[in-house]
């Protein structure tokens, strides 16, 4: 007869139990979340308010690997239900820091997205693509973000390694269906402070504001 292994020891055998925040409702075609409003255990991230020009109230610092690279770790989820389906753009308002005398350093984390999805309408794997589906749904690196100031980041921001690699972060998503964003660190310093996404029909600009 096999025993059962104490809750503590399965703990740090398997890892720690997926947590999730409240469902957020996407409104006239904008999902805007707070980070600080996930519900998942920080692990390597931190809760900040020291760096101006956040929204909400505070913001989230990756504290783990370097500020060059490092593996997935400290995933944090954020869930969304969409009433309007179509084609959605994911923005990432954030912040990296000069290290030394380079300015891309410190500038990005994994995301992935879980759920019902499809790609954009021209997915490849040339530069400038729509991300294929393979690539929407694995920890993938995101980039973006000034010198210590918040501003936001779209487009082709996903880059799954290499020089003139990039992809474009948009997904095909089904009204009604539920999704979870995992956002995950990667470079130290880098810095979170909200979480967009934004139907094919919306300005860019109405939608950062």
Not at 97 to 121: F, Q
Request: net charge positive.
């Amino acid at each position: 007869m096999k025993r059962k292994l104490p809750f503590l020891i399965a703990i740090l055998l398997i890892g720690f139990p997926a947590f999730s925040s409240e469902v957020i409702d996407e409104i006239d075609g904008i999902v805007l979340i707070e980070s600080e409003s996930t519900g998942s255990p920080l692990g390597k991230w931190k809760k900040k308010t020291d760096l101006d020009g956040f929204r909400g109230d505070a913001y989230l610092e990756f504290t783990g690997n370097s500020p060059t690279n490092g593996p997935s770790t400290s995933p944090l989820t954020f869930r969304f239900r969409i009433s309007k389906g179509g084609l959605y753009y994911l923005h990432l308002r954030c912040a990296r820091e000069k290290v030394g005398d380079r300015n891309d350093l410190a500038n990005d984390g994994y995301v992935r997205l879980e759920g019902d999805l499809g790609t954009g309408p021209n997915p490849g794997d040339k530069h400038g693509a729509d991300a294929p589906l393979e690539m929407l749904k694995k920890d993938t690196k995101f980039f973006g973000g000034n010198d210590r100031k918040f501003v936001w980041a779209s487009g082709n921001r996903l880059d799954p390694g290499g020089h003139n690699n990039k992809r474009v972060a948009v997904y095909s998503l089904k009204a009604g269906g539920e999704y979870t964003l995992v956002l995950s660190g990667r470079s130290q310093k880098f810095k979170v402070d909200q979480i967009l996404f934004r139907h094919e029909e919306v300005p860019a600009k109405e939608a950062e504001k």
